[in-house]
């Protein structure tokens, strides 16, 4: 994977500033990827490409269990979102609908990647290139059975 880094750093980015709640009627996912983080960055969706990433403070997706979230974020280009942690359910929500991936950084790893920067992510080997500053970092190690679920499309999909 690699792409673009969009650097939220604050703690506790919760599901209505990742998709704010007037939008939660809209079906159609193209459409409703035009509202991703709009609660925190009006932008946000004009600015991303196709495999970029988001790189966010703790307890990233805290709130309502809306599965809108990363319906909006993967459908607008995000391919994995990097935070020290996550609340549960939005953790739950990006693997069981196979839309992105949650990985989870140190606290450090957050403060020395800067907005825009290039990185690309080695799951085979737990690791961040950030290729902007020449630098690695160590990524908690991912569970394979969760790569295959995302792989497959999501849980309903997923045949062991």
Known sequence: MKGTVHKYSRDNIDT???LPGPYLK?????ELSKHA??????????KVG???FILAG??????????HAPIALSHCGIGA??????ARIFYRNCVDGGYLL???IEKSTLEQISDKDTLEIDLQNNQIHDMTNRKKFSIATFPPLIKKIIDAGGLMYYKE
Not at 37 to 46: A, K, L, P, R, V
Not at 58 to 67: K, L, P, Q
């Open 50 to 52: 196709k495999g970029d």
């Open 37 to 46: 983080m709009e609660g925190i960055d009006i932008d946000f969706s004009n």
């Open 102 to 104: 949650p990985l989870e």
């Open 58 to 67: 703790s307890n990233f997706g805290c709130g309502s269990s809306r599965e």
């Open 26 to 30: 809209i079906h159609d996912h193209a």
């Open 81 to 86: 979102v990097l935070a020290p942690s996550f």
């Open 16 to 18: 209505d500033v990742i």
